[in-house]
């Protein structure tokens, strides 16, 4: 079985942090580019950051960059997204997922998501 697993979301205020986890179970991902992506209600999956198989590089959303920050530890097989100055626009389902190692862009593991609501 594989498993990415999600975790730390939750209500918080405008202006707020959050930073959510995602431990990976039942093979190695750290040979793989890892994504976090989000999903708000009536709105369409949309990509929000990745990140290298080693962490050197990083890509981000317009909307997010300088306020999240991706990271990883690869002996945990896990990612992470640190998610400062937090606005409405930002209430999301947020998922993390792997990317193929056969297909560039294209991610074929993906978590259950975790809840982000930020209120004003």
């Known amino acids: 079985q594989v498993q990415l697993v999600e975790s730390g979301g939750g209500l918080v205020q405008a202006g707020g942090s959050l930073r959510l986890s995602c431990v990976a179970s039942g093979r190695t991902f750290s040979s793989r580019p890892m994504g976090w992506f989000r999903q708000a209600p009536g709105k369409e999956r949309e990509f929000v950051a990745r990140?290298?198989?080693?962490?050197?590089?990083?890509r981000y959303e317009d909307s997010v960059k300088g306020r999240f920050t991706i990271s990883r530890d690869g002996a945990k097989n896990a990612v992470y997204l640190q998610m400062n100055n937090l606005k409405a626009e930002d209430t999301a389902v947020y998922y993390c997922a792997a990317e193929s190692a056969v297909l560039a862009d294209h991610y074929d593991y993906w978590g259950q998501g975790t809840q982000v609501t930020v209120s004003s």
């Open positions: 990140i290298s198989r080693g962490g050197g590089n990083t």
